[in-house]
């Protein structure tokens, strides 16, 4: 990343209610482990297909707080983009997502508040089935264009 010159997201003079990203995520076993790994997460439901099969689920299925952090890394590379951060959210997860699905995510804007500089947005997502599998909203904070004369040294953000 560093040597690599990335532009920041939109400012939130930039953004337009009705502004949308859209994408497809498929989710690998890599996923599921470094997720697992990182929060020593060992919930059988996760991973263990015997356990999982004797469930309603009949699957392992894939943790919430994992999809949750699909949705943060489109905040934080799409829709606004870099510079932006989570100031709350609000998720539904509606269906259990199975490991190897694949899941399309839409993010729209649905309220600029440039007062408190922040940007109301819309989450929905369908696995491969075209069910609809989590539905919410986050308060989002847009990147702030930097003011100082040392700014430009933040090369690789700038």
Known sequence: ????????????????????YQTSHKIED???LL????????????????Y???????????PSVLLFGVVSSIVSMKLPGPGSHILQHDMAFL???????????RLEIKEID????????????TDNRGDHVLKGS???????QPKSTIASSLENFY
Request: with cysteine.
């Open 95 to 105: 269906k259990p997502v199975t490991h190897y699905a694949t899941v399309t995510f």
């Open 30 to 32: 890599k996923e599921l």
């Open 114 to 125: 440039m007062e408190n500089h922040q940007v109301i947005v819309i989450v929905t997502a």
């Open 1 to 20: 990343m560093l040597g690599k010159k990335r532009p920041l997201g939109k400012m939130i003079d930039q953004l337009k209610v009705g502004d949308s």
């Open 35 to 50: 997720y697992l790994g990182l929060t020593n997460d060992a919930n059988p439901l996760y991973l263990q297909h015997d």
């Open 138 to 144: 986050l308060v989002v904070c847009p990147p702030y």
């Open 52 to 62: 999982a099969s004797q469930t309603p689920y009949k699957c392992p299925i894939v």
